[in-house]
């Protein structure tokens, strides 16, 4: 990669994200932290003000305008094929989402790019049992859940057909065994559980804030799944 596409490269970064450390810019581009200091002041040398917060990282100053990114043929085409993927194993309300993320995307296209995916559109498929749709439309309301750090209020069936209501504190949304699973801490048990999202009966996304003030990480929790990644 020449130094011109890096420094595009660096400042889409920047621009997906409210920090990035250097080290994280070093490892994505496969450069030097040196490097980075020198490519982030070619940035500022051109008017890009691009500003620095301790034990944080690097960041696009607020306010500042930036030019629609521009998509290759190939990053388009990338993007319709996850379009199929998002219609077999998301919901409703990420189809929905990513279906309007879809068409910005195609209306910053060149016209001879738009004629080209169109044509890809249609020779595109993927067949998916019925078994596995998802015909639930609560992953938006998760994702919003996690991010925001609120308790989620749950009616919820068992295996057993058990119907309780539960609260808990979402930490993450894993996909294993063809389902989508919640996993959170579950004021009801006092302990971590794996909600399947299909045996969701309601949600209900609450203001009360998670009352645990760090919790045990995504990725310890999926190393105790009875599964291997």
């Known amino acids: 990669m020449n130094r011109i596409d890096r420094l595009f490269g660096i400042l889409t970064l920047l621009q997906s994200k409210k920090f990035v450390?250097?080290?994280k810019i070093a490892e994505k581009f496969n450069i030097s932290v040196r490097s980075v200091y020198r490519d982030i002041k070619a940035l500022n040398e051109q008017g890009i003000p691009?500003?620095?917060?301790?034990h944080r990282g690097y960041f696009i100053v607020n306010g500042y305008f930036l030019q629609p990114v521009s998509f290759s043929t190939e990053e388009a085409n990338a993007l319709l094929l996850m379009e199929s993927i998002v219609s077999a194993f998301a919901d409703k309300s990420i189809h929905q989402h990513y279906s309007s993320a879809l068409?910005?995307?195609k209306s910053v296209l060149r016209s001879s790019q738009k004629d080209s995916i169109e044509k890809l559109a249609a020779n595109i498929k993927l067949q998916v049992p019925v078994c596995f749709v998802q015909s639930f439309d609560y992953l938006t309301r998760i994702q919003q859940a996690i991010s925001s750090q609120k308790i989620l209020e749950i009616g919820y069936t068992n295996k057993q057909d058990e119907v309780s209501v539960?609260?808990?504190e979402p930490i993450?949304?894993?996909?294993?065994?063809?389902?989508?699973?919640?996993?959170?801490w579950?004021?009801?048990k006092k302990d971590y559980r794996d909600f399947r999202v299909s045996r969701i009966l309601r949600i209900q996304c609450t203001e009360e804030n998670f009352t645990i003030p760090k919790h045990m990480p995504l990725d310890d929790y999926m190393s105790l799944l009875p599964v291997k990644y």
């Open 21 to 23: 450390t250097g080290e």
């Open 50 to 54: 691009v500003s620095f917060e301790p």
């Open 103 to 105: 068409t910005k995307v």
């Open 166 to 168: 539960r609260k808990l």
């Open 172 to 184: 993450g949304l894993v996909f294993y065994a063809l389902s989508w699973h919640l996993i959170g």
């Open 186 to 188: 579950c004021h009801n």
